[in-house]
């Protein structure tokens, strides 16, 4: 499974911004797919993730803000991200966990294929 992250880009405090996550070479409609973000130095964090059926699971920490969603006819996973802050900063990253959202929180999240390149969100003050 191959997955394309878009949508980063520079965005003041207080705006919203969608980020996109596609997948490439398979359809997606069979996995579960979650957000990541990492800032350099720290541990990765897991944002929110969008079960094969209509549930959807979101961080405590962006709970509010951000919200996940599936478009399975474009193979595409949108998270949008409303009233963002500077904290907000990071690169963005969409992956399948093998144990789909039940493990998307593990620290060492096991998933399908690899990770891709990211897209970067700065959010300025």
């Known amino acids: 499974l191959q997955l394309e992250e878009s949508g980063g880009g520079f965005i003041q405090a207080g705006g919203s911004l969608r980020l996109s996550c596609v997948a490439t070479?398979?359809?997606?409609?069979?996995?579960?797919i979650a957000w990541f973000r990492q800032v350099p130095g720290r541990d990765r964090e897991a944002l929110a993730c969008v079960s094969v059926g209509p549930g959807t699971d979101i961080a405590d920490s962006v709970k509010g803000r951000f919200t996940i969603s599936r478009h399975n006819a474009r193979d595409t996973v949108y998270l949008d991200m409303s009233n963002v802050k500077p904290e907000d900063t990071a690169t963005y990253y969409c992956a399948a966990p093998r144990g789909y959202c039940a493990a998307y929180k593990t620290k060492w999240v096991d998933v399908f294929g690899s990770w891709g390149q990211g897209t970067q969100v700065t959010v300025s003050a």
């Open positions: 070479d398979s359809p997606l409609d069979a996995y579960a």
